[in-house]
C-alpha cells in the first residue's frame, strides 16, 4: 500500500516537473525559430540580424542548424578588419546567409569598423547574423551606437538545459527501446522502485544506467547526469567494468548533448579503451558511431565516414542490425551534408526500413524527420511536409524532446506551403 | 516594430497583436536596463527632469553616449530644441526614480 502511494507521488512529481523542462527548452527554440522565418523574410536581401549566445559551443550548435537550412558563410572576426574586407570583397555568391561570430571583446578598432562601415551590411544584398556574446552587445550599445541603431532585430538565447535541441535529428547510439511516453514513464517509476529495494551492487548499476537512459530520452540532462555518475562511482568501486564503459558514454552523450564536445571526445575515448579491453564489439561500435558524430558536427567528414564505416563493419559481423540501421541513417547525413542527396536517400530508406522490421518506433521518427529535410533541400515541399507530421506523431506519441523541433519543422513547412501556393 | 513584426508573421497573424508588440518592448527595455550603468540611469533621469541633455565638461561623455545609443532623444518642435528619454524607455524612468 505504502509503495502504491509512493509511486503514485512519483508519477505527480512527474507529470508537474516536465512541463517546467518543456517551457525552458521551449524559450530558446521559439527565439530561434524567429531568426528562421527573419532570415526567410530576408531572402536575397541584406539585413543585419544581432544574436546573443554567450557560451561558443552553444553558438556553434546554433550555426550548424542553421547552415543545414541555409548556404551559410561563416566568417570569425578578430578585428576590424575582418569585417570591413569580407563585406568589401562582396564575394557571396550562392551565400543566403552571413554569419559573424564576434570576438569576447569590442576592442576600438572593431567598434570602429561596425560603426563606420555598418551600411555595408545592408550593401551586401545578403543578411547577416552576428553572433555576440552579452558583454560584447553591451559594449556596442555604449561604444558602437550607430551600428546599434542601424540593426534590424536583436535576439538574446538563454542556453537552458537540452538548448541543443535544434540540431539536425541524429541517430544516437542508445540501446533502449519503448513505444511512448508512458512507457518511458513506467519504466522510469519501476526502476526508481527498484533502486530503493535493490542490494546488489551490480544490479544498482545496471538500473542506474536504465534511469540515465531514460531521463536523457525525456530531456531532463541533470537527473541523467545524477544517474550516471552514480553509476560510474558505483562500478569504479566494485571494478565492474562493463558499467564504467557505459556511463561514461553516456556522460558522452551529455557533454555532446550540451555542447561540451571535447568533454564528450574525452569521455568516449575512456570508454572505447575499456571496451576494446573487454573485447566489448557491440560496444566499440557504439563508440565509433559516437565519435563519429563529433567529427561531422566539428565538420571532419572525412574522419566521420571513417568511423561510421567502421562502427557498420563491426555492427554488421554480429547482425546488429539496430546498430546498422544507425550507421545508415548517420551516413545518409553526411551524403546530405556533402550535397550527394541521391545517396542520402538511398540510406535513409535502408535505415528506415531496417527500423521498421524491427518496430524502433524512435529510429522511424528520426529517419523520417531527417527525410523530410532531405525532401525540403529538393524543393519537395508537401513531401517533406506528411513525413516531417508523421514523424511529430510518433516523437508525442514517445515523448520525445524532438517533438519539439519536428514541431517547429513542420509549421516552418506549413508556412512554405502555403507562401508557395499563393504563388502559384 | 521589427521584431513585433516578425514575431506575428512567425505565428501566422495578419495583424502585429499587443502581445507582440509588449514582448518587444519588454526585451528592448530589459537590454537598457542591464546595459545602462548607474551613472548612465542618473543622467537619464537628470535628462527627463530638465529636458535638457548636456555634458559636464570635455570629459564626460555620458550624455552624448545616451543620445547615440537612443537611450534619450532630442526633439525640435516650435518650443525649440529639447531632449527626453526614449518614451518606449519611461517605465525604466519610473523604476530607476523608485531607487532613487
Same mark, same amino acid.
Request: hydrophobic share 30%; net charge negative; aromatic share 8%.
Given at each position: 500500500m505504502e509503495d502504491a502511494r509512493v509511486e503514485e507521488a512519483k508519477a505527480e512529481a512527474a507529470r508537474i516537473e516536465e512541463p517546467i523542462l518543456e517551457e525552458e527548452r521551449t524559450e530558446d527554440l521559439e527565439e530561434i525559430d524567429t531568426i528562421i522565418a527573419e532570415l526567410e523574410v530576408s531572402r536575397g536581401r541584406g539585413n543585419l540580424i544581432l544574436c546573443v549566445v554567450n557560451a561558443p559551443a552553444y553558438r556553434d550548435g546554433i550555426i550548424r542548424a542553421l547552415s543545414r537550412r541555409f548556404r551559410s558563410k561563416i566568417i570569425p572576426v578578430q578585428e576590424g578588419e575582418d569585417v570591413i574586407q569580407s563585406l568589401k570583397s562582396?564575394?557571396?555568391?550562392?551565400?543566403e546567409v552571413l554569419v559573424w561570430t564576434m570576438p569576447e571583446k569590442l576592442t576600438e578598432d572593431l567598434a570602429d569598423a561596425l560603426n563606420n562601415f555598418r551600411e555595408l551590411f545592408y550593401d551586401a544584398g545578403v543578411p547577416s547574423l552576428v553572433f555576440s556574446s552579452q558583454s560584447f552587445l553591451d559594449d556596442v550599445i555604449r561604444r558602437a551606437p550607430d551600428f546599434w541603431r542601424y540593426r534590424g532585430n536583436y535576439h538574446e538565447l538563454?542556453?537552458? $538545459?537540452?538548448?541543443?535541441?535544434?540540431?539536425?535529428i541524429k541517430a544516437l547510439s542508445t540501446s533502449l527501446r519503448y513505444q511512448n511516453k508512458e512507457d518511458l514513464l513506467r519504466r522510469k517509476r519501476i526502476n526508481e522502485h527498484l533502486l530503493e529495494k535493490v542490494k546488489d551492487e551490480r544490479e544498482a548499476a545496471k538500473i542506474l544506467d536504465e534511469l540515465g537512459q531514460i531521463s536523457y530520452l525525456l530531456g531532463d540532462y541533470d537527473r541523467a547526469s545524477n544517474y550516471l555518475k552514480q553509476e560510474l562511482k558505483i562500478s569504479e568501486e566494485i571494478d565492474y567494468k562493463k558499467g564504467v564503459a557505459s556511463s561514461l558514454h553516456q556522460l558522452g552523450m551529455l557533454a555532446q548533448a550540451t555542447g561540451d564536445l571535447i568533454e564528450a571526445r574525452r569521455l568516449y575515448g575512456e570508454s572505447l579503451k575499456i571496451k576494446q579491453d573487454l573485447g566489448d564489439k557491440s560496444g566499440v561500435a557504439s563508440s565509433l558511431h559516437q565519435l563519429g558524430m563529433l567529427a561531422q558536427d566539428e565538420g571532419d567528414l572525412g574522419e566521420a565516414r571513417r568511423l561510421y564505416d567502421e562502427s557498420l563493419k563491426i555492427k554488421q559481423d554480429p547482425g546488429d542490425k539496430s546498430g546498422v540501421a544507425s550507421s545508415l541513417h548517420q551516413l545518409g547525413m553526411l551524403a546530405q551534408d556533402e550535397g550527394d542527396l541521391g545517396e542520402a536517400r538511398r540510406l535513409y530508406g535502408e535505415s528506415l526500413k531496417i527500423k521498421q522490421d524491427l518496430g524502433d518506433k524512435s529510429g522511424v521518427a528520426i529517419t523520417l524527420a531527417q527525410s523530410a529535410l532531405l525532401e525540403e533541400m529538393e524543393g519537395k515541399l508537401e513531401r517533406s511536409l506528411d513525413l516531417i507530421r508523421e514523424a511529430e506523431k510518433i516523437f508525442l506519441e514517445l515523448g520525445s524532446p524532438t517533438a519539439l523541433q519536428a514541431r517547429q519543422d513542420r509549421e516552418r513547412l506549413e508556412q512554405k506551403v502555403l507562401n508557395k501556393k499563393m504563388h502559384e | 516594430m521589427r521584431d513585433a513584426t516578425i514575431k506575428a508573421y512567425r505565428n501566422k497573424r495578419e495583424t502585429i497583436a499587443k502581445e507582440d508588440v509588449e514582448s518587444a518592448l519588454e526585451k528592448l527595455r530589459r537590454t537598457y536596463d542591464r546595459t545602462l550603468t548607474e551613472a548612465h540611469k542618473r543622467r537619464a533621469l537628470a535628462i527627463h527632469e530638465s529636458k535638457e541633455a548636456r $555634458?559636464? $565638461?570635455? $570629459?564626460?561623455?555620458i550624455s552624448r553616449e545616451l543620445l547615440f545609443s537612443l537611450t534619450a532623444v532630442e526633439y525640435e518642435d516650435e518650443n525649440g530644441r529639447w531632449c527626453d528619454v526614449d518614451p518606449l524607455l519611461l517605465p525604466l524612468v519610473e523604476k530607476w526614480k523608485m531607487r532613487e
Open positions: 562582396g564575394d557571396f555568391d550562392g551565400v538563454k542556453e537552458r $538545459d537540452g538548448g541543443l535541441a535544434f540540431e539536425a | $555634458d559636464l $565638461d570635455k $570629459d564626460d561623455g
